[in-house]
């Protein structure tokens, strides 16, 4: 009895085999892509059955990827005890929520201190500058961490209180500043990190929604701030914080004590 003579010619077979395996890779990179963006920061959440995806990481610096915050409290002291004014309980945590020039319009209210704001803010800058440029390091695990992500296509930006005068040198010398998109400071927006404004404006920057952002901050304060906007946000733990630590973890959709947790 004679067969169909549909058997396949060798050729044929190898190219569809061909073209099989070069599908069934495309689709595998493309499946890894989309689970290592949601499982990284343990970022999987379920909407309507829907997994998301996120796509840019907007990330602090003092505090959260750079190991400086003994900076400022020895800035504060000393600014302070040049004045002849001991450092009152609060005053560090409320400092931390200010950049350079809400931090001096708030001392000056505060100390009742017959200064110029922008003075305050040229002296704290100046103080700090040299730890800037050649003292200040990464916290340990940040700069492999951010390698991994840009690797994978993820979009990276800063969300600070700093000013770019002070932190280029300091991101270089580490070796991260050439990872970041864009760079976003709250003076350029209306309200402080308690608000969403800067990392509102830092999504903008990376043409992408709140929604497909993760925020990564250190203080309770941008916590707030990053939630009030919708950000799903990751808490970094910082010694100069812990105080706010319960409070902290309460809000934040997970906290770390170190980015080898995120590997």
Not at 121 to 138: F, G, K, P, S
Request: hydrophobic share 40%.
């Amino acid at each position: 009895m004679k067969r169909n003579d549909q058997t396949e010619k060798p050729t044929e077979r190898f190219q569809g085999t061909a073209t099989n395996f070069s599908l069934g890779a495309f689709f595998c990179v493309e499946i890894f892509q989309i689970l290592y963006y949601a499982i990284l920061v343990n970022g999987m959440k379920q909407e309507n059955g829907v997994r998301k995806m996120y796509k840019a990481c907007i990330f602090d610096l003092d505090g959260t990827l750079l190991d400086s915050t003994w900076v400022w409290e020895k800035i504060d002291i000393d600014f302070l005890a040049k004045r002849g004014i001991a450092v009152p309980a609060d005053y560090m945590q409320e400092i931390r929520n200010h950049n350079f020039i809400t931090g001096s319009k708030y001392v000056i209210e505060r100390f009742h201190l017959n200064e110029n704001a922008e003075d305050i803010a040229a002296e704290w800058h100046e103080m700090a500058q040299e730890q800037y440029d050649n003292v200040i390091t990464l916290k340990p695990g940040a700069g492999a961490f951010l390698r991994k992500l840009k690797a994978q296509g993820m979009k990276l930006t800063v969300a600070t209180s700093s000013t770019h005068t002070l932190f280029e040198k300091c991101l270089k010398r580490n070796g991260i500043y050439d990872l970041f998109d864009s760079f976003t400071e709250t003076h350029e927006v209306e309200r402080g990190k308690g608000y969403p404004d800067v990392y509102e404006l830092a999504a903008l920057r990376c043409q992408t929604d709140t929604a497909h952002c993760i925020v990564f901050e250190d203080i309770l304060k941008a916590v707030q701030g990053a939630k009030k906007g919708g950000f799903y946000t990751v808490a970094v733990y910082d010694a100069a914080s812990a105080q706010e630590q319960e409070e902290i973890k309460k809000l934040c959709d997970r906290y770390i004590y170190g980015y080898e947790e995120l590997e």
